[in-house]
């Protein structure tokens, strides 16, 4: 089945300095990579997602771009805020047999003002 | 149009009772995935349900844990004879088809708690 891995496990920036997080995938038939940010005591929320037909998508800040020869997926935050601190998860749809997301294990990210 | 809604948010069990947890999807939503969070770790799959069929259960254990979408009511996570180690955060998801053709939205989860 599908292996998604995500890296890093902590992210620390300054506030209005950029921030990515990268995920890799094992299965080459996955085809939709959502991100989720997750707020304390909260759950995961859809930000932004991209399918394999599309190398890149903008959504203000929010950027993902996606390598399908490599399996890599990169989530790319602009001039961060304070409020973008929270944990942030990629998943992958793996195709296969199975008919469900598998997610990287998740990116703590600080912004300090 | 009201989110993923899961009840309870909060539910405590002492060691060897039954915990039932509930996952009302989206309006039109007729596809729904349950993962376990625990503390300050990611969200692990566990069964994923379509309307009176379960598709993938692969991530379920074997024993003491099942679940359910019947045609009528919200979509059931049990767990019987419940452990220390069943203490996780529980969610769930839904959409409206095949997750690569559409995007799937989370409830808030159900902390369970087992003294």
């Known amino acids: 089945g599908e292996n998604v891995e995500q890296h890093p496990s902590t992210l620390s920036v300054q506030e209005g300095d950029s921030a990515v997080i990268k995920c890799t995938y094992s299965?080459?038939?996955?085809?939709?990579f959502p991100w989720y940010k997750q707020e304390l005591g909260k759950g995961p929320q859809l930000i932004i997602d991209i399918r394999s037909n599309v190398g890149e998508k903008k959504d203000q800040r929010i950027a993902v771009t996606l390598n399908k020869t490599a399996k890599h997926f990169s989530l790319h935050i602009t001039e961060t805020q304070p409020e973008d601190s929270a944990v942030y998860f990629c998943a992958a749809y793996g195709k296969g047999d199975n008919n469900d997301m598998r997610f990287g294990a998740g990116t703590r990210l600080t912004v300090k003002p | 149009n009201a989110g993923v809604m899961q009840n309870p948010r909060h539910l405590v069990r002492r060691r060897g009772q039954e915990a039932r947890l509930r996952c009302s999807p989206m309006?039109?939503?007729?596809?729904v995935y349950w993962y376990r969070q625990l503390p300050e770790e990611g969200l692990k799959f566990m069964v994923y349900?379509?309307?009176?069929?379960?598709?993938?259960e692969s991530g379920m254990p074997k024993e003491r844990f099942s679940a359910e979408f019947p045609k009528e009511g919200p979509s059931i996570l049990r767990i019987q004879q419940v452990v220390r180690g069943d203490s996780a955060a529980y969610f769930c998801?839904?959409?409206?088809?095949?997750?690569?053709?559409?995007?799937?939205?989370f409830g808030q989860g159900t902390r369970l708690t087992v003294v």
């Open positions: 309006k039109g939503h007729s596809h």
């Open positions: 349900l379509q309307k009176e069929n379960i598709i993938d």
């Open positions: 998801a839904s959409s409206p088809s095949r997750v690569e053709n559409t995007e799937a939205f």
């Open positions: 299965d080459s038939a996955s085809n939709y």
